[in-house]
């Protein structure tokens, strides 16, 4: 499926199908996105609700058993939660996701008013959008077929009898690969294109998972490799040392190659410019140059590389000890040595395991609910499949999801949302400014560069104003890999046709009936899709403290992003470099540490020794605490010739926060948890409550918090950075 959203990072590269391992594994946030949520989130389906009273939270749902200066999660969020147990096709459940459930519902509705239409009234486009959905349900076609759709593709693996053949399939898009390029744009010159390669391979979600020695841990390993043996045996694969060969190909990347994700976070570790002579010359027996010929990126002006591993001079200045060195694997020449050394046969039984296991929802159902029961039940706790229309709306999203976007809002996204969200962003800016003027920590030349990256922050609200019209992409009716492969390829020649343009920036990476939110350091942009402009983030009828404090602090959490430990690292034109003085730059990294400090205190399973990762999480951390004091601050100038009133016994302060609690209103199941504290930049939504607020004097203030509740810090103890 097409993949413009960019949320696994390489490069806007709509790679999804084409290197699936690679986008997911290495690449997340190359680009400098940063996600409001985790974008590997499943998509969400809800059946419990959320009140949201006469003003946008429903005072009755308040627990007046708990002190705010105790639980402030549970104070706001706790009588709903324990009120709505976990319905069984999720593995976890909350404010994102009810939202995320109404937008499925009203595209739902679309659909059906599609449906209902002549068929000669149609559309081409109408047709081709119902032609993705229709595929996708018919699951008595899709069982009838067997592995027919598959095999032709099948077949063009089990072909390939050298390293070099298989390289070629490598290199087209439907294809999965242990390697891959997109193009996106330059970090350090954001005003070019330029092509990232990068690897992945890995079957689980970490490389962590094939580290982890523990009971649970083996207990997956096990899982997955009776998942390996399904795929493989269906596969035609007779010899059952077969799985054991692929999965010790996805162990050795994961134990010498691949790198920790805490340590991935580093951009100034994961732009390594190379020529196409010093990329091929890595390559060992891998044909590299041949491989960028065929993808069709051969004349890039250079070929960004994630993970090589640092040279002495780059020890020494980013002062790298002996244990972030031991996160550290061999990366993009530890991988083109590893293919050159792996039998043929196993590429191409992995190649197999990874194709049937991509199109496993559309092929029959045995292999869906394989897929389910590694993926959903043993990763994530899911008791039970989501429903496969909702599924469906997900598959013709995937393909042709702007132009559902484009009905979408027509529908649902009113223009006075548009012009009160410009109201908000042009406040928060003003709060950041004036937080900026008086920060004590950084000097006037570092302040004079961080005001001209705020003044050229580029907001985007609602949707695009080109969306995608998918031109030349054909969907029909009746085989739903063939639609896959043609939205594969599609999308990877609309990326490589960006090499040699000019940047494109009304380019978006999410459509605009997805619920969530992002800042991208290299247009140095904040987007807001309409989706996410909703109860309980936004209503033109809510509390004026209300929206500040839920959607005023998204939007400070995205524009904070720009100002974290790595979009920090981008200038006002989006280029990574340096604008820091190197005083500066070491009092906000020591703030940084303390933040980490408190949150690696987190430690929700296993009797405290299963902990939140502070250094992982946080940029997510850090865009938190500082757009939530940023949308305070923003509060306070919308309302300053106003007379604020108590509602219900609430003050505007209260308000505030307890809109922002509300928005991570949330729960989830324990194997989804754990699968998060490992592979997720995000902390656990209650610390995305506990963890912010208690860093905030203005909520002492509020709620009388004192020396003795439970989450009280004492002032010299809390971090404020913007």
């Known amino acids: 499926m097409i993949n413009k959203t960019a949320l696994f990072g390489a490069s806007l590269a ?313 996160k550290i694997g061999s990366g993009l020449p530890g991988m083109f040595a590893l293919l050159g050394e792996t039998p043929v046969e196993v590429l191409q039984a992995w190649m197999v395991k990874e194709f049937l296991a991509g199109h496993a929802a559309v092929l029959p159902a045995r292999f869906d609910a394989a897929s389910f029961e590694f993926g959903g039940k043993t990763l994530r706790g899911t008791p039970q499949q989501r429903p496969r229309w909702k599924r469906a709306i997900g598959e013709a999203e995937g393909l042709l999801g702007e132009l559902i976007g484009k009905e979408y809002v027509a529908r649902y996204f009113p223009a006075e949302n548009k012009a009160a969200m410009d109201e908000l962003v042009a406040n928060l800016r003003l709060a950041l400014r004036e937080s900026i003027a008086e920060i004590d920590w950084m000097g006037e030349a570092t302040k004079t560069q961080a005001l001209a990256k705020l003044d050229s922050f580029d907001p985007k609200i609602g949707y695009r104003p080109n969306l995608e019209t998918y031109d030349g992409l054909a969907i029909t009716q009746g085989d739903a890999i063939a639609n896959r492969m043609a939205a594969a390829k599609w999308g990877r020649a609309d990326n490589i046709a960006k090499l040699g343009q000019p940047i494109d920036r009304t380019e978006w990476g999410m459509l605009p009936q997805t619920v969530n939110a992002y800042y991208n350091s290299v247009k140095n942009e904040i987007v807001f899709p309409a989706g996410i402009l909703q109860q309980p983030f936004f209503a033109i009828s809510n509390d004026i403290a209300v929206n500040y404090g839920a959607i005023g602090g998204v939007i400070g959490h995205e524009i904070g992003h720009g100002f974290d430990d790595q979009g920090s690292k981008s200038d006002a034109s989006g280029a990574l470099r340096n604008w820091w003085t190197d005083e500066d730059r070491a009092a906000f990294d020591k703030l940084g540490d303390r933040l980490v400090a408190q949150y690696n205190a987190f430690c929700p399973l296993d009797d405290g020794k299963t902990c939140v990762n502070g250094r992982l999480t946080l940029g997510e951390n850090i865009g938190d605490v500082g757009g939530l004091s940023m949308a305070y601050r923003a509060y306070k100038i919308a309302t300053k010739d106003m007379d604020v009133p108590v509602i219900d016994g609430l003050t505007g302060d209260q308000r505030f926060f307890l809109a922002w609690a509300q928005v991570w209103r949330s729960t989830q199941r324990e194997a989804n948890y754990r699968n998060r504290l490992v592979t997720d930049s995000h902390s656990p939504e209650e610390y995305r409550v506990n963890g912010v607020v208690r860093n905030l004097d203005e909520w002492y203030e509020a709620f009388g918090v004192k020396p003795g509740d439970a989450m009280y810090l004492p002032p010299e103890e809390r971090v404020r950075i913007w």
């Open 14 to 326: 709509a790679l999804a199908l084409a290197t699936p391992a690679f986008a997911a594994d290495e690449h997340q946030h190359e680009d400098g996105i940063e996600l409001l949520l985790d974008a590997a989130d499943e998509a969400p389906a809800a059946l419990p609700t959320m009140s949201f009273g006469s003003w946008g939270v429903d005072p009755a749902l308040l627990a007046s058993d708990i002190k705010p200066g105790d639980d402030f999660n549970a104070y706001v969020n706790k009588r709903w939660i324990d009120a709505n147990p976990l319905p069984p096709e999720f593995s976890r459940i909350g404010a994102f996701t009810l939202l995320g459930e109404k937008s499925t519902y009203d595209v739902k509705a679309l659909m059906d008013e599609l449906a209902a239409k002549p068929a000669a009234s149609l559309s081409g486009d109408e047709q081709r959008i119902l032609n993705a959905y229709r595929t996708y349900l018919d699951t008595e076609a899709i069982e009838a077929a067997g592995l027919a759709p598959a095999q032709p593709y099948l077949a063009r693996i089990m072909g390939a009898k050298t390293l070099d053949d298989l390289a070629m399939l490598w290199a087209e898009p439907g294809f999965a690969s242990p390697i891959g390029a997109g193009v996106g744009v330059d970090a350090k010159q954001p005003d070019r294109h330029i092509t990232n390669v990068g690897f992945g391979g890995l079957g689980m979600p970490d490389r962590d998972y094939y580290l982890d020695t523990s009971e649970k841990g083996v207990a997956i390993q096990t899982k997955y490799k009776e998942y390996l043996a399904f795929l493989l045996g269906e596969a035609g694969y007779a010899d059952a040392a077969m799985v054991e060969k692929v999965y010790a190909f996805e162990d050795t990347i994961a134990r010498t190659v691949a790198w920790d994700r805490t340590v991935r976070r580093n951009r100034d570790l994961t732009y390594n410019l190379l020529t196409a002579d010093e990329l091929e010359a890595i390559g060992g027996k891998v044909p590299v140059a041949a491989m960028l010929a065929a993808i069709g990126v051969e004349q890039s002006p250079g070929f960004v590389v994630s993970l090589m591993p640092p040279t002495a001079e780059e020890i020494a200045q980013y002062k790298l000890d002996e244990k972030t060195l031991a």
